[in-house]
């Protein structure tokens, strides 16, 4: 089975960094671009920050100069290093793949794959 797993999100103070995880799993053959959402309480989910398989990236305006997203294709795992962090950024981080190609007893041709989340909060 092929799935996304996030890790490294917690509690951190105004000011300071945190970095987030996420790792493919399963028998994965390539991974097109990934990215990080995050969805805050009450507010629709939002682009953070994506990244293709050759390595181009894209940010919202909110994470440009605060925010770096890199991936390890040998790993299957995409990055997301957050500095000078503010209450703002407090939400739900959800990574996200927009195409797997992987094997689980068949082939498989997966699009628009999402973890299920890691909880990232900003105390003021």
């Known amino acids: 089975q092929v799935q996304l797993v996030e890790s490294g999100g917690g509690l951190v103070q105004t000011g300071g960094s945190l970095r987030l995880s996420c790792a493919a799993s399963?028998?994965?053959?390539?991974?097109?671009?990934m990215g990080w959402y995050r969805q805050a309480p009450g507010k629709q989910r939002e682009l953070v920050a994506t990244?293709?398989?050759?390595?181009?990236?894209n940010y919202a305006d909110s994470a440009k100069g605060r925010f770096t997203i890199s991936r390890d294709n040998a790993k299957n795992t995409v990055y997301l290093q957050m500095n000078s962090l503010k209450p703002e950024d407090t939400a739900v981080y959800y990574c996200?793949?927009?195409?797997?190609?992987?094997?689980?007893?068949?082939?498989?041709?997966?699009?628009?794959?999402w973890g299920r989340g890691t909880q990232v909060t900003v105390s003021s």
């Open positions: 996200n793949a927009d195409k797997i190609l992987g094997y689980s007893d068949y082939v498989l041709d997966l699009t628009d794959v």
């Open positions: 990244i293709t398989s050759g390595g181009s990236t």
């Open positions: 399963g028998t994965i053959f390539s991974i097109n671009t």
